[in-house]
């Protein structure tokens, strides 16, 4: 692979792309970390995607990765999620029109600007005829409540807590009840449990990528990643 590389490159640059890295076997895995050290002096480049968190730091790609940025090698680029002005043009770019802000602002809030929910959302709200009326008009007067999460979302969403355990599956649906955000003492408060026995669960949420902790004034504030 590494000679047709060469010989593919002789008269014009290649870009190549492997996505879903967070899915790769371990021969994939070689193969891309031989194809980086042996292709720094060809018009090459080489973009790799995956999902950082829930990612095992004992896993094949985080070593790759720790590997290739020992040598120097490759170039880390974290992707948040679309900002409000790129949801808009999204949003346009769906419907045809250019959306209220309204629209926007209330998409936006409840995506966080990830792109697969955004269009999942917008093409659900669209099959309910909740977004546009008969003219096929943004409605003015939208509002979003828990029966309109797609199906396809709630399936990505019960993905990801099936790899948790059911005692942390069991935590986080009384995190879910205090609010967005709450403190250790809080939840084991709620729970009725001591916060020693419960930060083991707290820390596979973390690990999962649910949720995350901040530093506040004398005391830790545990967030979920995603309303």
Known sequence: ?????????????ALLVAEDLHWADEG???????????????????????????????????????????????QQISLGGLTHDA??????SLSGQP?????????????????FFVEELFQH???????????????????LDETDLPQSLRLVINRRLALLSDETTRILGAAAVVWRSFTLELLAATIGAEPDLILDRI????????IFSTLEYREARFQFSHE
């Open 125 to 143: 709200l669209i099959e309910r005829g909740k977004l546009l009326d008969p003219e096929g008009r943004f409605r003015p007067d939208l509002t």
């Open 28 to 74: 994939t895995l070689s193969l891309l970390n031989f194809l980086v050290q042996s292709v720094t002096k060809l018009r090459v480049m080489i973009i790799g995607t995956y999902r950082d968190r829930g990612l095992d730091p004992a896993g094949g790609l985080a070593k790759a990765i720790a590997h290739l940025a020992r040598l120097r090698l490759i």
């Open 99 to 115: 959306p209220p802000p309204g629209v926007v602002a209330l998409i936006h809030s409840n995506t966080e600007g990830n792109p």
């Open 1 to 13: 692979i590494a000679a047709f590389l060469v010989r593919l490159t002789k008269n014009c640059p």
């Open 87 to 92: 949801v808009a043009s999204m949003i346009h």
């Open 203 to 210: 820390e596979e949420a973390e690990r999962a990528g649910l």
